[in-house]
């Protein structure tokens, strides 16, 4: 067990149909490795960062839901300060995220969506000789709501990853555990869900 600090000042905003937030923070907390067969703490590390989202209906039928955080997350205090200042493993400097939704006018119940999501580089290793690169990933989906029998029937068709791109989703790992996540390939889903 090990005890972090972490500051945090935000601000919201709420204008009925549309609304942002905005937070800039610091977190410190023990960095681990496993030295022989023992757990011990190796120094510590610092994350610092700024949050923006936003969210609502900009216009009527037009939703949105986005993201943005930059960060820095460095290592400190490392054993025999090898590593002080480095890159944290599997933590990206940006991320952007965005969604959007809308209603397509005169079709009483279809909406389609985009979503675009983007992450930066990552390191994979302590010493920051090893990355995975940024990605960008685009996905795209139709919603169509109708009534049978006085239920609310509605239909979905999803595509994950439109261009079929090939990417580490993410890395992470201590303990000589490490690992990397690939990302999904085109992913195409159908569902459809009946309202009691």
Known sequence: PYQSKQYEVGAKYDGGTFG??????????????????????????????????????LLQGLKVLGGLTFLEATNEKTLDNVNNGNDVIG?????????VEWDVPGTNGLSVDARGVYTSSQAANDANTLNIPSWTRLDAGARYAMSVSGKTVTLRARVDNVTDKDYWASVGGSFNANYMVLGGPRTYTLSASLDF
């Open 20 to 57: 942002a937030t905005f937070a800039v923070f610091r977190l410190a907390k023990p960095n681990l490795s496993l030295q022989g067969n023992v757990v011990r703490d190796s120094g510590e590390t610092r994350t610092q960062g700024v949050e923006l989202s936003c969210y609502g209906e």
């Open 91 to 99: 933590v990206p400097d940006t991320q952007v995220n965005l969604s």
